[in-house]
């Protein structure tokens, strides 16, 4: 069964610090993998979409990560903003063309505080 | 743009009422599709739709409807609502091709409380 895990569940850093979220899959075959931001009561807003290819995505301070090799990527946040207080899901597809098969992680949920 | 848009925000239903969830979108977007998120679980495709009159179930579509009789408009129906439905239930809509990049935009959700 394709699955896709996340890790630490939940995290607390201080303003201004850096972090790293971890997505583990074992979907097969891959075609890209996604990183998405939820706000609190929010619908889910992409960051980053990564194909196989490719090693490294940035958008702004947050940059992703993808070993295709090992079925890991992450999520670097550069200091940090009380904005990023979000959860952060995982999304990876198995097949090209429509999204119908999307594995979606359970999110990383962070709190950045003061 | 408004992007993907979803009425209403809150409902509160007893069990056995049916409702409909509306969703539209206004970027000319072919896929769209309905997710339930639910407490430590990831989003799950409930129903999807390639294009206008064509619909597919997706994960768990027991107890759900939908018809896409527009390109803009994509509802969902509960026929009978019963307490497992309680969620928070999101639209999306991305442009269908045949590459690999899809990006997937979501509405704001839906929070539903079945009684």
Not at chain 1, 15 to 31: A, D, I, R
Not at chain 1, 64 to 79: G, M, N, V, W
Not at chain 2, 24 to 37: C, G, I, L, T, V
Request: aromatic share 8%.
């Amino acid at each position: 069964k394709n699955q896709v895990e996340q890790s630490p569940q939940s995290l607390i850093i201080l303003e201004g610090k850096n972090c790293t979220l971890q997505c583990n899959y074992t979907v097969s075959p891959f075609s890209n993998l996604r990183w998405y931001k939820q706000d609190t009561g929010r619908g889910p807003v992409s960051l980053t979409i990564m194909t196989f290819s490719e090693n490294t995505k940035s958008n702004g301070r947050y940059t992703a990560t993808l070993d295709a090799d090992t079925k890991q990527s992450s999520l670097h946040i550069t200091a940090s903003q009380l904005s990023d207080s979000a959860s952060y899901i995982c999304v990876v597809s198995p097949h090209t063309g429509t999204a119908s098969k999307l594995t979606f992680g359970t999110g990383t949920r962070l709190q950045v505080t003061l | 743009n408004a992007g993907v848009t979803q009425t209403p925000k809150f409902q509160v239903l007893k069990t056995g009422q049916s409702m409909t969830l509306q969703c539209a979108q206004d970027m000319n977007h072919e896929y769209m599709s309905w997710y339930r998120q639910d407490p430590g679980m990831g989003l799950r495709l409930i129903h999807y739709s390639v294009g206008a009159g064509i619909t597919d179930q997706g994960e768990v579509p027991n107890g759900y409807n939908v018809s896409r009789s527009t390109t803009e408009d994509f509802p969902l129906r509960l026929l009978s609502a019963a307490p497992s439905q309680t969620s928070v239930y999101f639209c999306a809509s991305s442009i269908r091709t045949s590459g690999r990049r899809n990006e997937q935009f979501f509405g704001p959700g839906t929070r539903l409380t079945v009684l």
